[in-house]
């Protein structure tokens, strides 16, 4: 078969200069909730897989994708300007986020 891993985008609450050493994929830094990878989801505060319905194998040259994190703790995943997907789990709310991105594929 062909390789369908890919990029993860998503946050964490681990303010940059804390992370002292560059883990090998980014679901290491504690926490972190991330989606894509090959169609799944990370949620850091349960420390659980699952399955999304993004996978960034579908993604084009010339595609723009982001992150979009709600009010109401919602991480969503946006592609040329349309949200695509909302993550199962919620975000933490009372703390900063920082963007984090896996570039594993």
Known sequence: GTWQDGMALGVT???PGLVE???????????CWLMG?????????GLTWGPSTWSPAKLKVGDLVGVVVTFQGELQIVMNG????????????????????????
Not at 21 to 31: C, G, S
Not at 92 to 101: D, K
């Open 13 to 15: 609450t681990c303010q």
């Open 21 to 31: 050493e560059m883990p090998q994929t980014m679901d290491e830094v504690d926490p």
């Open 37 to 45: 990878f090959d169609g799944v989801e990370w949620d850091g505060a």
């Open 82 to 105: 349309a949200a695509v997907t909302q993550a199962t789990f919620a975000l933490p709310t009372e703390r900063p986020l920082y963007a984090i991105v896996d570039l594993i594929g």
